[in-house]
Structure formats: structure tokens, C-alpha cells
């Protein structure tokens, strides 16, 4: 109840900065248009931002799935076979220190202008943060679980199952809100290069217009679906990871 | 009947640097032997070998005439850790069934049995982080006798627990060790833990370790009044004097 308290409170001040902003500095809508005018902006074009909001869901959702599927993969081969390490982490570092922005257009050349290029976008952007989280798990492995197993023959199903899987649980849970946050970003740079639906190409076509106040809404629908990601992702955490390990 | 023999053993972990070197002991079936020695002269290396965790050495280890790997895999072992080895996300019973899971075995309610001869049974649905250490170390002795092991090996398994609930502990372990009759092999830094507990003390050099000496305990019974008893006194002052050269 307190927290909730806070959070409202927060937005209140916000909203307060926001409008004293546009009164004292005498600011015109184009450049930034009142709390009231995005809000009645969100509220004319629901529709179209209902619509736009499921395709950038859609990409960002797939992107965030694949990534930490393949990161899960990498991690527990490389939990069984350790000097792939050393081949995989260079190629994820690449991937990590090539910018997204620049990369997107050709992107776009290789899987074309519909959903799989920005499904793609923020696949890569996901990647890296997701398999170094996934890996950590892996290396803080208990040493002494590892030889009990060993000790009572265990094979490799059984190890990834019984031991493997619930122990990097809460890394992994790491990984994915990290992961779920980015991945709203990615779908979005994806749809600024080359697109013609989603979040990023309202925002952008919208920004031609001058409309400020729908960009402004856009981007707040935008950040509102990243945070809904990350809570939900934090709902299962709670649910599935140990209270004392979340407490550690 | 020998249980463990252990023949000319030697185990290099780099070049030139040795843990053991021409270990030779034995075990008989159904005693309780502890093995003593100097910090870092190759205990825990004896148990790891033994309970076929690490495979290469030279010289030869029988347990029941067949080698460690194969005893492990024929589940003949079972094995305490220094550190409580549970799964922090399963509940007591399940962390005890454990072993029944791995090999496909589903004689759950033997578990239960366990549980009692440990004297933890009300703790069955506990979660491991809401027990004390002692009764994470009991649940994990429950949990290595849960296939029947022909050996059990307990590397320090009391060595974090205060002085009173140590001696509670090692009082469970004599019950049990009474009731399984299972051959014991337990490595500790307390002397008086190892006189109390063993039918026979094993006591190394540093490392490299050899066998110094064996040394045969006898008690009639095994009590508190043990501790205080010239008996006891005359063999902590025996292993002092051997340990003391090392």
C-alpha cells in the first residue's frame, strides 16, 4: 500500500514538473504539449496504438524468447563441455558491441521489412545480457551437489533437470528482466529503420508530423508494455524462486 | 572380513606434487574407522578416491573386491560432505529420495524410515534452510544410507557445529552406525570426535600422507563418561604424540 502510495506520488510530481515546464518557459505543443494534450492524444488514437502496440508485442515478445532460449541452450552446453566458452563469449561480445542502430538496416536487406527483421533486432539485443546472466548460473554451480549427483550416477537428463535447471532458476530470472526491457527497445529501433506498422514507426511517422503529443503517448504505451514485461517476469520469480535465495 | 583395502596407493595432482604416496590400510566390514592427520595432508583426497569421485591414481583400491568407479556405480557408497548438501528447493524428504529418483527405484516410504532413525521424522516437509546445520548434515547421513550403501564416508560432517549440539551429533551417529551396522569411514580434525566414535584410528602423515599408525579402540560402552575416563585420556595422548612429530 505504501509502495503504491510512492509510486503515485512520484507520477503526481512528474506530471507537476511536466506542466510547470510548459507555463513558466512558455513552451509551444509542438515541442512539448501539455500531461492533458497526451493524454487526449492517447485517448483519440487508441485504436491505432491498440494495433500498433500488438505488433511490437509480437516482435519484442518472439525476440525475448528466442534469445533466452538460446542462451539457455549455450549455457548448458557449455555447462557439459567448457572450452566452447571460449568460442561462443568473443561472438556473443561482437554481437554486444555492434550497435543495434547500425546494424538494423541491414537487417532489414537480409530478412526483409515485415515482423522477422525486428523479431531478429531484438533478439540481438537480448543475446548477450541474457547469456552472460545464464552463464553465471552455470559457473556458480555447487561444487558439492555436482559430486553427490556424480556420486549416485546421474545422467545427463537428470543432471540438466534435477540440479541443473532449478539451480541457475534465480540467474535466470536475472537474465530475463534484464532481457525484457531490451527487448521492447529493440522491436522499437527495428521499426525506425524500416517498417510500416508497430510502435517505432508510429513514433516516427508521427514525428514527420510534428505531432508531438501522439509520439509522446506512443512512448508512453511503449514504456508501459517494457514495465508490464519486467513485472510480470518478477511475478513468476516470486512464485518460483526461493524466498531465502531472493532474499540473498 | 575386509571390506576396503587399500593397496599401495598414490595420487599426483601436478607434477611432483603428491597428496598420497604408497597408502596401504584396510577396513573391516561393519567397524567404524576415522581417519586422522595434519590440515591438508590428503583426507578428504582418501574419500574422494574411495568413493570413486576421482578415478585416476596408481596402486589399487577394492571395496568388496571391486574398484571404487564400479562400486559407485553399483550404488555401494554413500557419502557426507564437509558443507550440507542438500537442494535448497526440495523439502527434507524429497532431498532423501533423492537417490531413489536418479536410479529409478520407488521405495518412497523408506525415506520415512530413515527420517526415524535419524529422529527427524517431524521434519519430513521442511524446507533444508529452515533446519539447524547439525539436522542438515543428519538429513544428508539419512539420505546416503537410502540405497543401502555398503560404505559410508563422512568427510568432517560435524566440523561447523558448536561443542553441545556436535556431541548430540555424534551421539546420533553412534545410534545409527548401531543400527545399520554400516562400514563407517569418517576423516575429522577432532581427536576426541574420533576416539569417541571408531572402532580404529587411522592416523596419516603430511602430506604426502602414508599411514603412521592404526591404532585399535576399545570401549565397553560409549557414553559421556567415556570423555572422562583415563582410557580415553591414554589414546588422545597416543595420536597427540604421533601428530605432534608431523
Redo the contacts between chains.
Keep these: 500500500m505504501n509502495n503504491l502510495f510512492n509510486i503515485i506520488l512520484g507520477i503526481f510530481i512528474f506530471v507537476l514538473l511536466w506542466q510547470s515546464c510548459i507555463v513558466v518557459l512558455e513552451l509551444p505543443t509542438y515541442i512539448l504539449p501539455s500531461p492533458f494534450e497526451v493524454l487526449t492524444a492517447l485517448k483519440l488514437n487508441w485504436k491505432t496504438i491498440l494495433f500498433h502496440t500488438e505488433i511490437t508485442f509480437y516482435e519484442s515478445f518472439s525476440g525475448f524468447l528466442i534469445a533466452n532460449l538460446i542462451s539457455i541452450v549455450i549455457a548448458l552446453i557449455i555447462a557439459f563441455h567448457q572450452k566452447i566458452e571460449d568460442l561462443v563469449i568473443p561472438i556473443a561480445i561482437v554481437i554486444k558491441t555492434m550497435p543495434i542502430i547500425a546494424i538494423a538496416p541491414l537487417l532489414i536487406i537480409w530478412f526483409g521489412p515485415g515482423l522477422f527483421s525486428k523479431i531478429v533486432t531484438s533478439m540481438l539485443v537480448c543475446f548477450f545480457p541474457s547469456l552472460i546472466n545464464t552463464l553465471r548460473g552455470v559457473k556458480c554451480l555447487?561444487r558439492?551437489?555436482l559430486?553427490?549427483?556424480?556420486?549416485?550416477?546421474?545422467n545427463k537428463k537428470?543432471l540438466i533437470k534435477?540440479?541443473i535447471l532449478?539451480s541457475i532458476?534465480p540467474f535466470l530470472f536475472a537474465a530475463l528482466k534484464v532481457s525484457s526491457s531490451l527487448a521492447v527497445v529493440g522491436a522499437l529501433v527495428g521499426e525506425f529503420i524500416g517498417s510500416n506498422k508497430g510502435l517505432g514507426f508510429l513514433i516516427i511517422s508521427n514525428y514527420y508530423n510534428m505531432n508531438t503529443a501522439l509520439v509522446l503517448a506512443t512512448v508512453a504505451v511503449s514504456s508501459i508494455m517494457g514495465i508490464s514485461f519486467y513485472y510480470i517476469i518478477h511475478f513468476f520469480e516470486k512464485k518460483f524462486v526461493?524466498r531465502?535465495?531472493l532474499s540473498i | 572380513m575386509k571390506l576396503i583395502e587399500v593397496n599401495s596407493v598414490t595420487k599426483e595432482y601436478a607434477r611432483g606434487f603428491y597428496a598420497l604416496k604408497n597408502l596401504t590400510f584396510s577396513v573391516e566390514e561393519g567397524s567404524f574407522v576415522s581417519i586422522v592427520g595434519p590440515f591438508g595432508c590428503g583426507k578428504t583426497t582418501i574419500l574422494n578416491l574411495l568413493g570413486g569421485i576421482t578415478e585416476d591414481y596408481i596402486g589399487n583400491i577394492k571395496i568388496r573386491k571391486e574398484s571404487p568407479a564400479k562400486a559407485r556405480k553399483t550404488r555401494k557408497i554413500g557419502y557426507v560432505f564437509q558443507k550440507p548438501a542438500l537442494l535448497p528447493w526440495r523439502n527434507v524428504i524429497r532431498n532423501i529420495t533423492l537417490p531413489l529418483e536418479i536410479s529409478g527405484i520407488e521405495k518412497y516410504e523408506k525415506a520415512y524410515d530413515l527420517l526415524k532413525i535419524v529422529k527427524l521424522e517431524y521434519a519430513a516437509k521442511k524446507m533444508p534452510h529452515e533446519l539447524s546445520r547439525g539436522m542438515q548434515q543428519l538429513i544428508c547421513i539419512a539420505r546416503s544410507l537410502i540405497l543401502d550403501p555398503d560404505v559410508l564416508l563422512l568427510d568432517e560432517p560435524f566440523c561447523s557445529i558448536d561443542e553441545i549440539n556436535r556431541g548430540k551429533m555424534q551421539n546420533r551417529l553412534l545410534e545409527i552406525h548401531k543400527q545399520t551396522n554400516k562400514t563407517t569411514l569418517l576423516v575429522t580434525h577432532s581427536l576426541n570426535e574420533a576416539v569417541y566414535l571408531s572402532d580404529q584410528i587411522i592416523i596419516l602423515t603430511s602430506r604426502p600422507a602414508k599411514v603412521k599408525r592404526i591404532i585399535d579402540i576399545d570401549f565397553q560402552e560409549r557414553n559421556e563418561k567415556v570423555f572422562f575416563s583415563e582410557k580415553f585420556l591414554n589414546y588422545l595422548k597416543i595420536i597427540k604424540a604421533e601428530l605432534s612429530n608431523e
Design positions: 555447487d558439492n551437489l559430486m553427490l549427483f556424480k556420486i549416485y550416477g546421474v537428470q534435477m540440479f532449478p532458476l526461493l531465502s535465495e
